[in-house]
Nanobody
Framework: QVQLVESGGGLVQAGGSLRLSCAAS????????MGWFRQTPGKERDFVAA????????YYLDSVKGRFTISRDNAKNTVYLQMNSLKPEDTAVYYC??????????????????WGQGTQVTVSS
């Protein structure tokens, strides 16, 4: 049974930082691209960042480039999202996702096989 468990969300002031973690189990972690998506009420789940299974190229939403960093530790089956210089518009539920053998279309949420339960990030102004 595949499980993705996010942690690290919370309430932070604008300009602050948070580090999200997503621990995966029940899958061959290195075979999966990992992505972070976010969603606010009434809106679609949007791409934020992704990293290929090998830990190679990374991909970001334009509005988070230079502020967010995605990384992974394949020995720990964990992917991270370091979020710096947070803005109120970053407030959302953040989800991690795993896509098997996903090399292209990493920004397309329909290409991912498994999802976590989400963690709330709230940035106050």
């Amino acid at each position: 049974q595949v499980q993705l468990v996010e942690s690290g969300g919370g309430l932070v002031q604008a300009g602050g930082s948070l580090r999200l973690s997503c621990a995966a189990s029940g899958l061959t972690f290195g075979s999966y691209a990992m992505g972070w998506f976010r969603q606010t009420p009434g809106k679609e789940r949007d791409f934020v960042a992704a990293i290929r299974g090998s830990g190679g190229p990374t991909y970001y939403l334009d509005s988070v480039k230079g502020r967010f960093t995605i990384s992974r530790d394949n020995a720990k089956n964990t992917v991270y999202l370091q979020m710096n210089s947070l803005k109120p518009e970053d407030t959302a539920v953040y989800y991690c996702a795993a896509g098997r053998d996903l090399y292209v279309s990493v920004k397309d949420r329909t290409r991912y096989n498994y999802w976590g339960q989400g963690t709330q990030v709230t940035v106050s102004s």
